[in-house]
């Protein structure tokens, strides 16, 4: 409140500090927030230390990341704050898994080693007609028109090479945009992800991460629905997994 101390989002949030385990980092979901993750990190060993990785920009006096990379880029400067090097441990859960396979990218594209990244419940970037209906007109009737009009906005200015034009005041706003203009690189790794069984159906069981991953995917399914894995019985499913994954 008095401005004098440094943002949170200038360093890692040790969620579960201490432990002599590889630390498990977690991607930023829309928001630029980490919520999502103090349930699942009660639930897995005492000795596995669990950091989040913030957004620039969570205080309001900084401007957001506008790009998935950038925002990719600022997340590996702060792990590497508390782990020079590798290998990694990565975890994304909904759309923070695609900063999550971001941040894998760029560290293979510079020769570190990526252990484990871990999506949850994340889709991977999808594009056409039919894409851009799904988006505008999701299949559960919910019309956010404030969304619609931030995806119109990115449907005309993003293809004409004019979205650095676009200034974001607020941090959701320009996390959103960043998903919806991401085109994502070839990841030559492997990925592990996790579906709860009440999930929309998909034609394609890997949320179509198996067009950008090489090292193949790895398929979890979890009973309960998207907010399930993360709060109650259902983050106590997911720690399971997890710890058989960092195991």
């Given at each position: 409140?008095?401005?004098e ?7 890692a ?8 385990r ?7 979901v829309?928001g ?10 009660r639930?897995?060993?005492p000795?596995q ?6 957004a620039?920009?969570?205080d309001?006096?900084?401007p957001?990341h506008?790009?998935i990379?950038?925002m990719a880029?600022?997340?590996i400067?702060l792990?590497?704050?508390?782990q ?16 999550a396979?971001?941040?894998a ?8 080693s ?5 999506l949850?419940?994340s889709w991977?970037p999808?594009?056409g007609?039919r894409s ?9 009737g919910v019309?956010?028109?404030?969304l619609?009009q931030e995806?119109?906005?990115?449907m ?5 090479g004019?979205g650095?034009?676009?200034r ?9 945009w960043?998903l919806?203009?991401?085109r994502?690189?070839?990841?030559a ?5 996790v ?6 159906r ?11 991953v ?10 309960g ?15 399971k997994e ?6």
């Amino acid at each position: 409140r008095t401005g004098e101390s440094d943002p949170i989002w200038s360093r890692a949030v040790p969620i579960r500090q201490g432990g002599t385990r590889r630390p498990l980092f977690c991607a930023p979901v829309v928001g630029g927030h980490l919520f999502f993750y103090d349930n699942l990190a009660r639930h897995l060993d005492p000795d596995q230390p669990v950091y989040g990785l913030p957004a620039q920009g969570t205080d309001g006096r900084q401007p957001p990341h506008a790009t998935i990379e950038a925002m990719a880029l600022h997340a590996i400067r702060l792990m590497r704050e508390v782990q020079p090097a590798g290998p990694y441990a990565l975890l994304g859960y909904c759309s923070g898994g695609v900063v999550a396979f971001e941040m894998a990218r760029q560290l293979e594209a510079h020769g570190e080693s990526v252990a484990l990244l871990a999506l949850v419940d994340s889709w991977a970037p999808r594009f056409g007609l039919r894409s851009w209906r799904n988006l505008l007109f999701p299949a559960d009737g919910v019309r956010d028109w404030r969304l619609l009009q931030e995806r119109i906005y990115q449907m005309v200015l993003h293809p004409l090479g004019l979205g650095r034009l676009r200034r974001f005041t607020k941090l959701g706003e320009a996390h959103r945009w960043a998903l919806w203009s991401y085109r994502p690189k070839r990841l030559a790794g492997r990925v592990v992800l996790v579906r709860p069984s009440g999930s929309l159906r998909s034609p394609n069981p890997t949320h179509g991460w198996d067009r950008f991953v090489a090292g193949g995917v790895e398929i979890t399914v979890l009973s309960g629905h998207h907010g399930d894995l993360v709060k109650g019985p259902g983050a106590v499913r997911l720690a399971k997994e997890l710890a058989r994954w960092l195991a």
